[in-house]
């Protein structure tokens, strides 16, 4: 296994934890030695993305070795190249506005899409939302769907080889690719730039695995190559809760000032991976 083009991209919403460490441990040793390791920075969010958060993060990574073979790609800088992949959509007849408040997307929700997010009710789906009206743009999943004529699945990695996992598009419903602040969403921007990056293996989170679904579909409706996945266990805390920032999971810092080495925590955060499967055996396709 050796040649693969990877990407650690964490969100600089606080600082790094042993979640994260184990995720960039990860993809570095996919790359392989002849392959390519890169480090992006997904801040979209500019409420929660702050200046201190990303430079503490780069502060990290330097310490802990983990240097990206081309220069750092913030998704800050190229929200342009988001707005016209999102045109090309549009012009395909395949996104359209919304102009639901959170309050009205919940009371119309039809249940849950399989990473757990609320399923769009639809409401806007025919309506004419006028332009300075403040919206949303959504992807018309079924219109998606028969557009690429079948939900595609991916090739996932594992020891023993790859397999194909079946697609869960269709659960999704119309998911957000344009947010109201910035007109971007993750779904678009990570397609996007895993397509800029010729990423060939996207290793990231179990907690990600089922939005490969709706990834692969934006990667079909924009001619993009399709990569391998690897999904990998996740870090939990006591309570079998995923660590989190947001939860206070310690920092790698926090570990630092205890007198923690690279090394040592390199270590810790690849030998606390879960091993508990990322997903069900149904799940693939060839099975």
């Known amino acids: ?17 042993l979640g994260h460490m184990a995720s960039a441990s990860h993809a570095r040793a996919m790359a392989g030695r002849e392959g390519t390791f890169l480090i992006r920075i997904e801040d ?15 502060e ?6 983990f240097e990206s073979a081309l220069p750092v790609r913030r998704q800050s800088d190229h929200l342009e190249t988001y707005r016209s992949e999102l045109a090309r ?4 007849g395949l996104v359209y ?6 309050a009205q997307v919940q ?3 039809r249940g849950r899409a399989p990473d757990g997010s609320v399923i769009y009710g639809g409401c806007c789906r025919t309506a004419c939302i006028a332009a300075d009206r403040p919206h949303v743009w959504r992807l018309d999943m079924a219109r998606a769907l028969a557009t690429i004529g079948q939900a595609p699945g991916w090739e996932e990695w594992s020891p023993h080889g790859t397999q194909l996992v079946s697609s869960r ?16 969403s993750y779904h678009l921007c990570v397609t996007v730039d895993d397509a800029r990056q010729r990423i060939t293996l996207v290793t990231r989170g179990a907690d990600l695995f089922e939005a490969s679904s709706v990834h692969r579909v934006l990667q079909t409706l924009l001619g993009y190559d399709a990569p391998l996945y690897a999904h990998h266990g996740l870090i939990c805390d006591d309570t079998g809760q995923k660590l989190s920032k947001r939860d206070g999971a310690e920092s790698l810092r926090a570990l630092r000032d205890k007198g923690y080495d690279a090394h040592r ?15 069900p055996a149904d799940r693939y396709a060839d099975r």
């Not at 979209?44 to 780069?58: G, N, S, W, Y």
């Not at 990290?60 to 070795?65: K, P, R």
Request: aromatic share 8%; charged share 20%; glycine share 10%.
């Open 60 to 65: 990290d990574l330097d310490w802990l070795g």
């Open 107 to 109: 009371a119309g929700m």
């Open 265 to 279: 925590i390199i270590a810790l955060a690849r030998a606390s991976l879960s091993d508990a499967p990322v997903t």
């Open 97 to 102: 506005r919304c102009g639901c408040s959170r």
């Open 44 to 58: 979209i969010d500019a409420q929660r993305c702050l200046p201190h958060f990303e430079q503490a993060l780069r």
């Open 89 to 92: 959509l549009h012009a395909m």
């Open 169 to 184: 598009a269709a659960e999704f419903g119309d998911v957000v690719l344009g947010r109201r602040d910035n007109g971007v």
């Open 1 to 17: 296994m050796t040649g693969y083009r990877t990407r650690f991209a964490p969100s600089p919403t606080g600082y790094l934890h």
